[in-house]
């Protein structure tokens, strides 16, 4: 009986430190001109149970489309998508509450910025009609500075509907080990990678490689593997998913393969990337009139066979992201208005509708981070 008294209080504790592990935040980013969003929402999540509870909303931020949350977690940083008066904005924020203070906003130098990245040195934002990538700094407290350089492709390629004229730069991700950066152009079919000079004063980004995919495809989202040696390229306009492997600041093509089935006649708009926690499975979203999800599973070589692809259960599904734990994958719907959350058996990858939903205005990015 004494054994069992003492062992309570320890039990107690795992207890209380396992529900304290479960809990996230949840950043969602908005178009708030639409009317039906006040900004960027914070929401607690349990990745035990996909119970989520409204924490904070950061207001008067004009569509923060993307956000992205600093690495020691006490600041974020989101587009303002709005044309030629597009800005990147900057906030301090409080992981415990939620809350979320603006610090300021700088021009993005290019219209409608779409994707931005952050380290402690610098901020990173892809302007997607501008054609540009934007390069800020930041201060000790956060705040934004610069900008230290402004990078402006060129070229066009093949898309019948006008939208490969010009270059149009949709993401920027850091490569796992830190070194370069990875930039996406629709307009152009290119995959450019820059050298990463982190504290240089105007010479962040150094053109080291590029590389095309095929004619028309529209490259959007990119993601690697964990141990870094494999990149996932999901292209906008075709559906098509490149797989590379990754050394060094090179890129050589491994497999290509597609989310769109063979007998899809509808409008494809290929949206969003990524890998479970475990590397075991890969997803894709397309939007346009398929508003579907596609399962692949991730063999040893790093190649994918495709699994299944399932309706989303909404309109629009842009952004996507899977909890830390790997329990939950969640999908943005920008046109339904909501996020609606699947559970991921995680022998099999396949998912099932756990029929919860966060009703909010048009949804388009999703962020996970520690709540401490």
């Known amino acids: 009986m004494k054994r069992v008294l003492y062992l309570l209080p320890l039990l107690l504790w795992i207890m209380e430190t396992q529900a304290q592990t479960a809990d996230y935040n949840l950043l969602i980013g908005t178009y708030t001109n639409t009317g039906k969003s006040e900004g960027i929402y914070v929401y607690d999540f349990n990745t035990q149970t996909a119970a989520f509870r409204a924490k904070c909303i950061g207001k008067n931020v004009t569509n923060p489309s993307y956000l992205t949350v600093s690495k020691d977690n006490h600041f974020v940083y989101s587009v303002n998508e709005d044309g030629e008066n597009s800005t990147i904005s900057a906030f301090s924020f409080d992981p415990v509450t939620g809350t979320l203070d603006f610090l300021n906003k700088l021009d993005s130098k290019g219209a409608d910025p779409c994707y931005v990245i952050s380290d402690q040195i610098n ?78 004063v105007d010479n962040v980004l150094e053109l080291s490689d590029s590389i095309a995919v095929k004619a028309g495809s529209g490259p959007r989202h990119l993601t690697f593997s964990k141990n870094g040696k494999f990149a996932y390229l999901l292209q906008e306009i075709n559906g098509d998913v490149t797989v590379f492997n990754y050394q060094d600041g090179h890129l050589k093509v491994l497999q290509q393969t597609n989310i769109v089935p063979d007998d899809f006649t509808g409008e494809s708009g290929a949206a969003d990337i990524h890998l479970t926690p475990n590397g075991k499975f890969l997803y894709a979203t397309n939007r346009g009139t398929a508003n579907s999800i596609t399962r692949f599973a991730v063999q040893n070589d790093g190649t994918l066979v495709k699994k299944s692809s399932i309706p989303t259960a909404g309109k629009g599904p842009r952004n996507f992201t899977i909890d830390p734990s790997g329990n939950y994958l969640l999908v943005a719907h920008q046109y339904t208005n909501n996020v609606v959350i699947f559970k991921i058996n995680k022998e099999t990858g396949a998912l099932s509708d756990t029929h919860k939903r966060i009703e909010l205005g048009a949804p388009v990015c999703l962020v996970f981070t520690a709540n401490k």
């Open 123 to 200: 901020v990173i934002a892809a302007n997607y009609s501008g054609g540009s990538i934007v390069v800020l700094g930041r201060d000790t407290s956060g705040a934004l500075t610069g900008p230290k350089q402004v990078i402006k492709h060129s070229g066009s390629s093949i898309d019948p509907k006008g939208r490969q004229k010009s270059p149009h730069v949709h993401m920027v991700k850091f490569t796992p080990d830190g070194k370069y950066v990875l930039s996406n152009d629709l307009g152009t079919d290119k995959v450019y990678l820059y050298k990463y000079h982190a504290n240089s």
